[in-house]
């Protein structure tokens, strides 16, 4: 079975630039997540689609950060204006729709995105 | 979701068992203990889960102490491969929501 796909793997960017990230989640996966991994830390979860709604984007810094997922699959991350403190690990994961039952969430390699 | 301590790195010689440790005191008893572990330049995998009771898969075991506050993952016989950082992870049944840590550096030397 395919996993899940992020392209690109690396981005450099110079601050107040744009720059936008894709996700292609396990097919069947109804749930989509997008975290946040500052070097020597652990992921933080920005935000979590099921199908095409946002279930939680609390930790989601709106003022910059959009993210979107069109037909309930694809997914993109935009960040504009970047800043500095945005060079991170941009990781996508995608599950089974929690239930009664809490299923693993599978992670893609993510983005490495650096602002200069 | 409570939170969980783990020392910040272990070493562990080749072929030999790994043995890594959780804190957990304020563990709700609807609350799982999750292991994922990442290596470098790779995204988080999972490893494992229990609620109460022992669990064993094809990666590793978990040993869940009888009170619930700690757990310790098992890598029976640790390889070069298994260098990576090791997350313990609270979460709810049905819940969705993944709240890492720090987790613990694991070397894995020959």
């Known amino acids: 079975e395919a996993g899940v796909a992020q392209s690109p793997r690396y981005k450099i960017i110079e601050k107040r630039q744009s720059v936008a990230f894709w996700c292609n989640p396990i097919?069947?996966?109804?749930?989509l997540y997008w975290y946040q991994q500052i070097l020597g830390q652990g992921p933080k979860l920005l935000i979590q689609f099921q199908n095409n709604g946002v279930v939680d984007d609390s930790q989601l810094p709106k003022d910059r950060f959009s993210a979107e997922r069109l037909k309930g699959v694809d997914s993109t991350l935009k960040i504009q204006p970047a800043k500095l403190e945005d060079s991170a690990v941009y990781l996508c994961?995608?599950?089974?729709?929690?239930?009664?039952?809490?299923?693993?969430?599978?992670f893609g390699p993510g983005t490495r995105l650096t602002v200069t | 979701d409570a939170k969980t301590t783990q020392p910040t790195s272990m070493d562990c010689a080749e072929g030999r068992a790994a043995n890594l440790p959780c804190n957990h005191s304020t563990i709700s008893g609807n609350e799982y203990v999750y292991w994922y572990r990442q290596i470098h330049s790779q995204g988080p995998q999972y490893i494992i889960h229990?609620?109460?009771n022992n669990e064993t898969n094809e990666m590793a075991s978990l040993i869940i102490t009888e009170d619930r506050k700690s757990s310790t993952l098992i890598l029976p016989h640790a390889t070069l491969r298994d260098t990576a950082v090791y997350y313990c992870i609270l979460r709810t049944g049905g819940g969705n929501k993944l709240t890492f840590g720090t987790g613990t550096q694991l070397k894995v030397e020959l």
């Open positions: 994961a995608s599950s089974l729709v929690p239930g009664q039952r809490t299923y693993e969430q599978y």
């Open positions: 097919s069947g996966h109804a749930t």
């Open positions: 229990g609620l109460k």
